[in-house]
């Protein structure tokens, strides 16, 4: 009888043990807030918001980015970002208090309009991050068709997989709600300098032939067509 009670005991308390065990949630989503800045009053704006990161957003999981965009449907909008961060990190963000109180006195009347407010989710396994720091980013926003996911994913776990061989820094995003306009994923690739939009020392298509086989690059490419409605391609520019 005291074997049976101890095998019960070990059946009934090993889930709870190796829920005590799991990993703590990942830091990897990232929020962002478009903002549209009085004219003229863009440098005053990007000190005050400075300041306001310094104070409340310098380091951790609420660490916090200021972007400015210059090329694409978008442009002449800032970007404040915060994070990476999980959703259990998020519940001890700065709020209310002297948090809010420096922002409404000394960067919302700066403001003329607050736009779209959204979460992304870094996919660690499909990026690349060759450790340099640069200060702008192309950005592709991608309309996934509705359920073709599956064939999206698998087309960029082969195109990380090219970066990862060539060291190329390349994240992918995913929304982490759906709003129905099309903002499912979002590509990213930064660069330091406009000058490097001339340079053409790495061509993907011979890279991907070379690891897939001859012709799966336009392959691919075809299959690119079937399975995305559309993507906005823009630049931002990081501020601070």
Same mark, same amino acid.
């Given at each position: ?21 799991? $990993? ?37 999981? /609420? ?14 909008? /800032? ?11 998020? !519940?001890? &963000? ?21 736009? =779209? ?14 450790? @340099? !720091? ?8 991608? @309309?996934?068709?509705?359920? $073709?996911? /599956? =064939? ?24 982490? /709600? ?16 406009? &000058?490097?939009? @001339?340079? !053409?020392?790495?061509?993907?298509? @011979? ?6 086989? $001859? ?21 931002? =520019? =990081?501020?601070?």
């Amino acid at each position: 009888m005291r074997k049976l009670t101890n095998l019960l005991v070990g059946v009934f308390c090993l889930p709870l043990l190796m829920m005590g065990q799991q $990993e703590a949630p990942k830091s990897t989503i990232v929020s962002i807030e478009y903002i549209k800045v009085k004219p003229g009053m863009e440098a005053k704006f990007e000190a005050a918001v400075k300041c306001h990161n310094n104070t409340f957003h310098k380091d951790g999981a /609420y660490v916090s980015s200021l972007f400015y965009i210059t090329v694409g449907d978008e442009a002449g909008w /800032y970007v404040w970002t915060m994070g990476p961060f999980s959703y259990t990190q998020l !519940d001890g &963000a700065p709020g209310e208090g002297a948090h809010a109180d420096d922002w409404r006195k000394k960067i919302a009347t700066y403001v003329a309009e607050y736009g =779209r407010s959204e979460f992304w989710r870094h996919n660690n396994e499909l990026s690349v991050n060759d450790g @340099d !720091d640069e200060s702008m980013q192309t950005t592709w926003v991608v @309309d996934v068709k509705r359920g $073709e996911w /599956y =064939r999206f994913e698998a087309f960029m776990e082969k195109v990380a997989a090219i970066h990862k061989k060539k060291n190329e820094e390349f994240h992918m995003w995913t929304n982490e /709600y759906h709003t129905g306009d099309g903002r499912d994923v979002a590509l990213t690739w930064p660069f330091d300098k406009w &000058a490097e939009m @001339d340079e !053409d020392d790495w061509k993907m298509k @011979d890279e991907y032939d070379a690891e897939y086989g $001859e012709g799966s690059w336009d392959n691919a490419l075809e299959e690119w067509e079937d399975i995305v409605v559309d993507i906005t391609q823009k630049v931002w =520019r =990081r501020v601070e």
